[in-house]
């Protein structure tokens, strides 16, 4: 589950696992749920690279965030490898 309940503990686990300068992917076919808090904290991973020079690569997406930044327009952010 990556949502409300999990991501006051997801997102700092998160952050201090991406590393400076370089690609991380993150494999997210273990996420058997997810919300829009979920995505909050996939989005906020995004950012945080960015800042650090890195690049995140999303695998296996659950449905259910890619539903939530469908709707939020965000869709390509969590797709592209940004």
């Known amino acids: 589950m990556l ?3 999990t991501a006051g503990r ?3 686990t998160g ?4 590393p400076k300068g370089s690609t991380c ?5 273990r996420v058997t749920e ?3 808090a979920g995505l909050a904290v996939l989005v906020e991973w995004l950012a945080t690279a960015k800042s650090r020079g890195t690049v995140i690569r999303y ?4 449905a259910q965030i890619l539903a939530v930044a469908r709707i939020s327009d965000l869709e ?5 490898g940004h």
């Open 34 to 36: 997810a919300d829009s």
């Open 3 to 5: 949502g409300y309940v």
């Open 25 to 29: 992917t993150i494999d997210l076919s």
């Open 59 to 62: 695998e296996s997406i659950p």
């Open 15 to 18: 952050l201090a696992l991406i």
């Open 10 to 12: 997801a997102l700092p």
């Open 76 to 80: 390509s952010l969590l797709t592209d």
